[in-house]
């Protein structure tokens, strides 16, 4: 089975774009006329969902992945999650790859329902991992990596403010996250791919691009899904410490700055859609230029 | 607005077992009678609801609380999300106090989402929480927890095999739990109630009741909700070191112990509900020796 990591990179060479468009879908990002009618929650997750579809049609040949942040789907019960499972067959069957940014966490047993839950033969791509339970309950989502072909993204340098109070404290001379982050470097070590990066990534934020380079100089074959560009902060010159020495080994997130970039002065007077596409063409550049490409 | 912490301790005492009922529910569970007819995700959900509802009606008057652990019910997807909503609102109705066992954890924006999700007026009393990004991902829950009269409990020192991998590093002199043990009664100081006990609280397990008394002993705010006894192998001796000296301060989970206990030799020939009802009563019976109540 072809290692999860090995087809995203393809995909991303294939576009020349190392970014995943992040479906954090609101509410208020749609406009009047898709909202208006939008009274229950099962209208507001199908009116979601037909946004995200037009989303995807006009993304698929510009951006390679989608993820999908569970939260604003949860917040709309068994209707978002139908969305959200819509949303994701939808980008699957446009040729994206798909990540449930989900953030699961739980004691081995538990670890194996969400595992079953999420990376089984269908379903999603990839989905984030806390790295809290340690070991036991990080198995279970290997596993099905290795039965399913399928990737995870374990927490290491989250990109919030406070991802240090617990993050960057001291565990006997580095931060923890370096701790977590050789943690991840061996729960992946057998599921390497071709080109050199494991099926088990880590999430490393772009808004501490210092720690984000400490990170990709020691963990070669560590694949990082890299949050904070845009809304929280970082560019493509902070995003860009994340990357090999070829431009390789990340990709980089940017959700409402793609999929709500109508509601940005920059894309002022464009359809939602229009937007994402320049939004998302801008991101390109931003970060081949960052990149030296 | 009433405590939700004050809350539940009022519902221990009425019932005197500070005991919550973990709703793990798997189809191997079902009788066979319910589980010949289950043929799609739907049937299964539905199947396991009817099987959780007959258990809220047999324990409501024995146990006051329910634990829904919600990865059985991700498994099923929109249709396991709807089983989970219907049986925290049977198990409200019953006078339960109503626990999600969701883990949920991520950047500031996003935990508000999750808070929308769980702590809304509706849904949930208390969810699970972890730690991993610091304040700004705890915020949004706490504010919740303040605006609708709802509860937390943080992920401290968790009950399976590698969870000191990480939670037991040692971060200048003392264990993270330690430190994470400090954060959450920070975070929980605004919402202390007339029992003593904050609406933020800790999940610390039985297994290392060691730690547990550590905890215990240094924060006296934080109310324990305790996972590990029974299946995971913890007695009521070790559950009981995460009480404080009047038996109070701490609930503890047993999950495949109550609700499959027709398939443990002890309670061989009963059915589900009397074997659930039975086990509730040896473990109330168990946890009473353990603290000499």
């Known amino acids: ?14 576009v020349g774009n190392p970014t995943v468009a992040g479906l954090d879908t ?6 009047e006329s898709m909202r208006k009618n939008a009274k229950s929650g099962e209208d507001v997750a199908k009116a979601i969902t037909e946004y995200n579809c037009n989303l995807i049609d006009a993304l698929c040949g510009i951006v390679p992945a989608v993820k999908i ?3 604003y789907y949860e917040m709309y019960a068994h209707f978002g999650i139908y969305a959200m499972y819509t949303t994701a067959a939808y980008a699957m069957s446009r040729g994206m790859a798909v990540m449930a940014d989900v953030k699961r966490n739980d004691i081995g047993a538990t670890a194996e329902a969400y595992a079953a839950a999420y990376l089984g033969t269908t379903g999603y791509d990839y989905i984030t991992v806390n790295p809290y339970p340690g070991y036991d309950g990080i198995k279970p989502f290997v596993d099905a ?28 001379g580095e931060p923890l996250y370096m701790r977590v982050g050789s943690l991840i470097e061996k729960w992946g070590s057998g599921l390497i791919g071709e080109h050199g990066y494991s099926a ?8 501490n691009p210092q720690e984000a380079r400490e990170l990709r100089n020691r963990f070669k074959s560590v694949f990082f899904l890299v949050p904070g560009y845009g809304a929280q902060g970082g560019k493509g010159a902070d995003a860009a410490a994340a990357f090999d020495e070829n431009g390789g080994g990340a990709i980089v997130n940017n959700s409402r700055g793609i999929i709500a970039a109508h509601m940005i002065d920059r894309y002022n007077g464009m359809s939602y859609v229009d937007a994402a596409v320049a939004a998302a063409c801008d991101m390109r550049d931003d970060l081949a230029k960052a990149l030296k490409l």
Do not use: Y
């Not at 089975?1 to 294939?14: E, P, S």
């Not at 609101?26 to 406009?31: D, M, Q």
């Not at 088990?200 to 808004?207: E, H, L, P, S």
């Open 1 to 14: 089975m072809l290692n999860i990591t090995d087809k995203l990179i393809d995909k991303i060479k294939a």
């Open 26 to 31: 609101r509410l208020e990002f749609l406009p």
């Open 145 to 172: 990596c290795e039965r399913n072909g399928k990737g995870i993204f374990v927490l290491a340098r989250m990109s919030n403010p406070s991802a240090a109070e617990l993050q960057n404290l001291d565990v006997g």
């Open 200 to 207: 088990v990534g880590a999430v490393v934020g772009a808004t």
């Open 69 to 71: 942040q569970s939260a």
